[in-house]
């Protein structure tokens, strides 16, 4: 098969296209250094010709509805269009666990993509994952105020991006199937949990200052809804196996 990957250098990204070549696959890795642009749509229509299926695993850095709104409606209109105009007949997008009651932030953004997906006119698959194990480090490096990291209370089931990767590519193999049983981590955990882990493990002596932020959205991340339901497949990677692999960026 000939899959295009858009996102293709963020943290699933890079696991969908090694999934999807150690599986035989031919792989399309959109960016701009290779003249494809997914926020205006340049150059995608060109890079889909003779695909199978494209794989929507794009991220933004943002806490603002506005602007993850505007990001993910903006990518998947364009991407749709692309698909249709070269022929493609399946869109995969990936989205998280547990936000439908949180239509605000980032997820918001999410809500809108998935939306948009649904809506649109390419036959599409949609798989929910909770929070990834590689999301401790992305809270290490943002909350670190010297010898301190603040962290957001959060409840998790955590799961490796490496799994979610390649779920996402063994549903572009097959047939479109609309919104997808979800994919959640082996094991609950808080984030904060995760966090001290990760420092022990690194050796750093860094102290974790767990908070209780206000507004819905960290009251919705507090609560435990993002860890999903017991419906969802499980993956086999748990924390710890995880930081002494490869995929754990060191400190």
Same mark, same amino acid.
């Given at each position: 098969m000939r899959l295009v990957i858009a996102g293709a250098t963020g943290t699933v990204g890079r696991h969908v296209v090694s999934a999807a070549r150690y599986r035989g696959h031919e792989v399309v890795a959109l960016s701009r $250094?290779?003249?494809?642009?997914?926020?205006?749509?340049?150059?995608?229509?060109?890079?889909?010709? =003779?695909?199978?299926?494209?794989?929507?695993?794009?991220?933004?850095?943002?806490?603002?509805?506005?602007?993850?709104?505007? +990001? +993910?409606?903006?990518v998947t209109a364009n991407l749709s269009h692309a698909e249709?105009?070269?022929?493609?007949?399946?869109?995969?997008?990936? $989205?998280?666990? =547990?936000?439908d009651?949180?239509?605000?932030?980032?997820?918001a953004g999410k809500l809108a993509q998935e939306r948009a997906v649904g809506?649109?006119?390419?036959?599409? $698959?949609?798989?929910?994952?909770t929070q +990834?194990?590689?999301?401790a480090e992305q809270v290490i490096r943002r909350g670190s105020l010297g010898p301190l990291v603040a962290v957001p209370k959060i409840l998790v089931r955590p799961v490796a991006a490496r799994e979610v990767g390649r779920r996402l590519v063994e549903i572009a193999e097959g047939?479109?199937? =609309?919104?997808?049983?979800?994919?959640?981590g082996p094991d609950d955990e808080s984030l904060a949990q995760l966090v001290r882990r990760m420092l022990a493990f690194d050796g750093s002596r860094r102290r974790v200052v767990e908070l209780s932020l206000p507004g819905k959205y960290?009251?919705?991340?507090?609560s435990g809804i993002?860890?999903?339901?017991?419906?969802?497949?499980?993956?086999?990677? =748990? +924390?710890?196996?995880?930081?002494? $692999?490869?995929?754990?960026?060191?400190l």
């Open positions: $250094s290779s003249g494809q642009d997914i926020v205006n749509g340049a150059g995608l229509v060109h890079a889909m010709a =003779g695909a199978d299926a494209v794989v929507d695993v794009t991220s933004t850095e943002t806490t603002s509805a506005a602007t993850s709104t505007t +990001f +993910f409606t903006a249709r105009e070269a022929g493609v007949t399946h869109h995969v997008a990936l $989205s998280i666990v =547990g936000i009651t949180l239509n605000v932030g980032y997820y809506a649109g006119l390419v036959p599409w $698959s949609l798989l929910r994952a +990834f194990h590689e999301f047939a479109p199937l =609309g919104r997808t049983t979800d994919l959640a960290w009251r919705g991340s507090a993002l860890r999903g339901d017991e419906g969802a497949l499980r993956g086999r990677i =748990g +924390f710890d196996e995880w930081l002494v $692999s490869d995929d754990h960026d060191r």
